[in-house]
């Protein structure tokens, strides 16, 4: 029999207990999986799958995550655990200031890398870390799970078949009032906050998914605060033809959507970042079809399936998240603090 695929958490906190217990909702899940094109719920993987250990700079804090969700092992050293445990891949959830550097580390000690959004805060780095990726042949993902969503897969199914006519424009728009604390991960810049790394990458990965072409940045906006981050984003695309505006702010609560109009129709998602529910309109404007997903993270569960199989199957990278998409989202990123200077470099190991 296969032995179980283990995990290792880099980064103990909120989202790293959501990856802990996909893990385990993949572990026990039943159905069919196909990580282009919407399906059922993964299925329990060959040999099952497992969180074997977790690290954080504190040891404290590793220890009691591990307790709280039955982890067999703790570390106060990211290091230490990459020696002592050699796992099947890292999965990393701390701030994006502290991501480059420890990917790295991971391929120091050839682990494959499935890393948080934004994966990056520089296309710098993002090059650095890819190109060792390739070089070496570690697997390096990172961890947009909306390209993923089986309500988002569904949408893009509809565009290619047609159902609402040639494509003409992409309409995205995400954004909420974030804490207004300056140390906060969403403001702090030397904890790699800013409107971009948070919810601009989403919007930009998701209509790198629904455009025909590679997209061409051809005007950017930036608002930043007080801190030195930016706050307000817009983005105008075009890709073939089709035209793309992306709308992230951290300043009011917007009408979170990715609508996609066509000559026929259009197609329109709520809160398309972890969206569970796809309409179509036909000409008349009137609802012609609709996909609601029912489970809960699915996401998370989708990506971790995602990365056992390439990582299985000798892959650097994902067909559903290629360190293309990776490169230019941070290269965007570049873009959006060109004129400013750049994002401060962090020091090492930045708090998780």
Known sequence: MMRPFRFCVMGPGNIADRFVRSVRMLDEGAGGFDP????????????????????????????????????????????????????????????????????????????????????FTCGRDAEEILGRSERENVFVMEALWSRFLPANRTAKRWLDEGRIGRLISLEAAIGFAAPSDPESRYRSKSLGGGATTDILVYAYALADMMLPSRPE??????????????????????????????????????????????TKGRIKLAHPHYADCAVLYGPDGREADRFGDAHESAGFVYEIAETIRCVRAGLTESPVVPHDLTRRCAALFDQVYAGRHPPAAPPLLLAD
Do not use: N, W
């Open 36 to 119: 282009v094109l919407p399906g059922g719920f993964p299925a329990r993987q060959d040999g099952g799958v497992t969180v074997a250990a977790v690290a954080s700079k504190s040891a404290q804090k590793a220890s009691a995550f591990a307790a709280s969700h039955g982890i067999a092992a703790s570390y106060g050293s990211y290091e230490e655990m990459l020696v002592k445990e050699r796992p099947d891949a890292v999965y990393i959830s701390t701030v994006p200031a502290s991501h480059a550097e420890l990917a790295a580390m991971c391929l120091d000690h050839g682990v494959p890398v499935l890393c948080e959004k934004a994966m």
């Open 217 to 262: 940045v051809r005007h950017v906006h930036a608002v930043f605060g007080e801190t030195g981050v930016d706050v307000t984003d817009r983005v105008l695309l075009t890709a073939g033809g089709v035209t793309a505006s992306l709308f992230a702010s951290f300043d009011a609560p917007l009408e979170e959507r990715l609508e996609l109009i066509g």
